[in-house]
C-alpha cells in the first residue's frame, strides 16, 4: 500500500543530544512536510519541501533543521534537543502545495530527559 | 497574522444526535477547506474538504459549508455514533504555500 511511513515511532534523547527523525512515502508526491503537535494542540508546521526547494517557517527554532535526499525520504535533525521539544512530529505529503489533501504519516513521540 | 479560529474546543453529545463545528478563517484568498479528524495515538486523515467555489458538501453522515463573505465554514455530522469520538481539526490553505490549522475539538459521542 502506497503510505507515508516514519521511523522510529518512539525516540527517547537525552537534553542537548542530537536526533534524527526519518520520513519516507512511496506516494511519488512533490511536497513533504514537518510538523510539530504538542499535546491537545494542533499540528505546528515546521517546514516544508516543494522536490528539492527547502521552506522554513518564519517563527521554527534554528534548533530544527532538515533535508531531503531525494522524493523519498525526508529528514529532521534536532540539533540540541531541550525539553520543550519533547513532543509528537508528523510528516505529511501532498501532491501540490496548495488545494490538495495532505497524507500524515503515524508520527515520532520524541521524549527529552 | 493569517489565523484560524475552531469552536468549541470540546463537544459532547449523545449517540445519534448531530455535532457541528465551527471554523473561521482570515485570509481572504484561502481557497480550499479540509477536515481532518485524529483518533487517539494515530494520525490525522482527511475526512471531507471543500474548495471556495463550492458552498456545500456532503458525504454521508458528513458535511460541510462555507460562507467566503463570512469568511466562515462548519462542519456537521448527524446520527453520530461512538466511533466518531475523536479530535477534528479544520483547516485552510492560504494564498500562498501554507495550510493553517484550527486548534482543534474534542468530540465525545456517548453511547
Known amino acids: 500500500d502506497a503510505m507515508v511511513i516514519q521511523n522510529p515511532r518512539y525516540q527517547v534523547t537525552q537534553f542537548g543530544k542530537p536526533v534524527t527523525l526519518s520520513c519516507s512515502q512511496t506516494?511519488?508526491?512533490?511536497?513533504m512536510y514537518w510538523y510539530q503537535q504538542k499535546s491537545s494542540q494542533a499540528p505546528k508546521l515546521l517546514f516544508h519541501?516543494?522536490?528539492?526547494?527547502?521552506?522554513n517557517e518564519a517563527d521554527t527554532p534554528d534548533n530544527f533543521q532538515s533535508r531531503r535526499p531525494n522524493t523519498s525520504f525526508c529528514f529532521l535533525d534536532i540539533r540540541s534537543p531541550g525539553l520543550g521539544d519533547a513532543a509528537m512530529y508528523l510528516c505529511?505529503?501532498?501532491?501540490?502545495?496548495?488545494?490538495?489533501?495532505?497524507?500524515f504519516g503515524p508520527g515520532t513521540r520524541l521524549t527529552v530527559l | 497574522g493569517e489565523n484560524v479560529e475552531q469552536h468549541p474546543s470540546t463537544l459532547s453529545v449523545q449517540e445519534g444526535d448531530s455535532a457541528v463545528i465551527k471554523c473561521t478563517y482570515s485570509?481572504?484568498?484561502?481557497?480550499?477547506f479540509p477536515w481532518y479528524k485524529q483518533e487517539l495515538g494515530k494520525r490525522p486523515q482527511l475526512i471531507i474538504d471543500i474548495r471556495s467555489n463550492v458552498g456545500e458538501k456532503k458525504d454521508q453522515r458528513i458535511a460541510v459549508t462555507l460562507n467566503k463573505t463570512a469568511k466562515h465554514f462548519s462542519l456537521h455530522i448527524t446520527e453520530t455514533q461512538p466511533e466518531d469520538s475523536a479530535v477534528y481539526f479544520c483547516a485552510a490553505h492560504t494564498g500562498g504555500f501554507k495550510t493553517i490549522f484550527g486548534a482543534g475539538t474534542r468530540l465525545f459521542v456517548k453511547a
Open positions: 519541501y516543494y522536490d528539492k526547494d527547502f521552506n
Open positions: 505529511a505529503t501532498s501532491r501540490k502545495t496548495t488545494g490538495t489533501e495532505q497524507f
Open positions: 506516494l511519488n508526491h512533490n511536497v
Open positions: 485570509d481572504s484568498a484561502s481557497n480550499y
